[in-house]
């Protein structure tokens, strides 16, 4: 009877240890394909990044930057930009777009003036981001623009090797 009893035990222990394996491995299984999931899940490509910074050319410049440096480029860009169009206004004229698109008697020059204001707007936003970041990194001593400039290169090495953006 003593003989009988001992593989039973080791074929419970293994059991057991078989069935906290296969647990393990199921959670890890879960979490990479919930994690890809949530990650690429709408617009955005990541947690924290929003998707118009993801789309932007000037986003790793902006990145590079500290969190107090961060603050105070919007600080900067929002005194610049008080006689400029706002978020909704932009919206407003992507909406106007959108109904021009729609109407029955499709008006070509009204798409092209849409066009040309909101590419005016883009450049003028563009340039003021420009100018600010570039007033704010002037100030900084040497030190500090070798921490920037090791971040940016973090930065522009990352999308290099992740290869093209998905649309």
């Given at each position: 009877?003593?003989e009988?009893?001992v593989?039973k035990?080791r074929?419970?222990r293994?059991?057991?240890?078989a069935?906290?394996?296969?647990l393990?491995?199921?959670?890890?299984?879960?979490g990479?394909?919930?994690?890809a999931?949530?990650?690429?899940a709408?617009d955005?490509r990541g947690?924290?990044?929003?998707?118009?910074m993801?789309?932007?050319?000037g986003a790793?410049?902006?990145?590079?930057?500290?969190q107090?440096d961060?603050r105070?480029?919007?600080?900067?860009?929002k005194?610049r930009?008080?006689g400029?169009?706002d978020r909704e206004?932009r919206r407003?004229?992507?909406?106007q777009?959108i109904?021009v698109?729609?109407?029955?008697?499709?008006d070509a020059?009204a798409?092209?003036?849409l066009?040309?204001?909101?590419t005016?707007v883009?450049?003028q936003?563009?340039g003021m981001?420009?100018a600010?970041?570039l007033?704010?990194?002037?100030?900084?001593s040497a030190?500090e623009?070798v921490?920037?400039?090791?971040?940016?290169?973090e930065?522009?090495m990352?999308?290099?090797?992740?290869g093209?953006?998905?649309?």
């Amino acid at each position: 009877m003593t003989e009988t009893q001992v593989p039973k035990r080791r074929t419970r222990r293994a059991v057991k240890w078989a069935f906290g394996v296969s647990l393990a491995l199921n959670l890890v299984f879960v979490g990479i394909f919930a994690g890809a999931a949530l990650r690429h899940a709408g617009d955005k490509r990541g947690w924290d990044r929003k998707p118009e910074m993801s789309r932007s050319s000037g986003a790793p410049f902006v990145r590079a930057l500290s969190q107090e440096d961060k603050r105070a480029l919007r600080r900067a860009l929002k005194e610049r930009s008080a006689g400029l169009p706002d978020r909704e206004e932009r919206r407003l004229s992507q909406q106007q777009m959108i109904d021009v698109l729609r109407a029955e008697d499709f008006d070509a020059d009204a798409i092209k003036r849409l066009f040309a204001e909101q590419t005016g707007v883009a450049a003028q936003l563009s340039g003021m981001a420009q100018a600010a970041w570039l007033e704010l990194v002037s100030g900084m001593s040497a030190e500090e623009r070798v921490e920037v400039a090791d971040r940016l290169e973090e930065q522009l090495m990352r999308r290099k090797f992740k290869g093209p953006k998905r649309p």
